[in-house]
């Protein structure tokens, strides 16, 4: 209860900032978009991460303020960058299976596109494969609704869900986010043939894919090697301050 009331007032006092982690294109290293991280400056504890706040969030309801709180404030920012000439290619916000089951989701997504003026199609929602398939009557028209929108929609952390393969095949879904286990599993010869694949299970279901995680050389190597367009990790660049992003994506870009 204490720590529902914190965030309610992170919430008042404007508490909540965003990191952005960019997306690179394997090839040329340019830089594709950015994907949004919820922090929150707790005041006299310094940064707090999401593992520290999400599961409060979700459970108390304050996940679906906070995460109107993040869209309004990604869209707001990504337009402002494309405004100024940032070569930005879309930004990705993660949303849990709590604010997507909501019923004025799509309404709220739609009244901030609006209202910041961003194109839709520079905004993606990532979601997990469980939050996808929690509920595939409700999902696959939700779904379908965004894309009519223009906006992507990306399965995060691929492959360590529970999404059946039909799921990921009649859904309207335009990228997956191979998962991190898999990208760091790549040292073991087993962890070869597994990101292989999932890389090629991707191609099949005509997905755009990223690598994320990827924290090394050799990991980036494998993944540009068996052409995966995308990656995202610490290796190409941490989660930065906005000031951080526009500075490399100016330099990069
Ligand atoms: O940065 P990292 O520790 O940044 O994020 C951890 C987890 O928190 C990730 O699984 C990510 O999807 C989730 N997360 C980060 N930002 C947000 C957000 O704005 N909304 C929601 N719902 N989840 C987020
Ligand atoms: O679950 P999701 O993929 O949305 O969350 C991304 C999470 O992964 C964030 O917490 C982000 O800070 C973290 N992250 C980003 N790059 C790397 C990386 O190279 N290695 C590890 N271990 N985590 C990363
Ligand atoms: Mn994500």
Known sequence: KSDERALERALEHDEFILHYQPTVHLESGAITGAEVLLRWERSGQGLNFPAQFIT?????GLILP????????????????LQCGLGLGRIAVNVSAAEFSDRRFLSKVRAILEETGLDPRYLQIEMGEDSLSRNP??????LQELKNLGVRIAVDNFGTGRASLSFLREFPIDTVKIDKS????IEAKSGKAV?????AMAWGFNHQIVA????TQTQHAFFKKHHC???QGYYLGRPMTTEAFAALATQRN
């Open 56 to 60: 409060i969030a979700e459970s108390s």
């Open 229 to 231: 367009a995308e990656g």
């Open 66 to 81: 906070i995460g109107e709180w993040v869209l309004r404030e990604a869209c707001r920012q990504a337009r402002a960058w």
């Open 195 to 199: 990101a292989t694949a999932l890389l």
């Open 212 to 215: 994320e995680g990827i924290e």
């Open 182 to 185: 898999f990208v760091h599993n």
């Open 137 to 142: 009557p409700h999902t696959l028209p939700a």
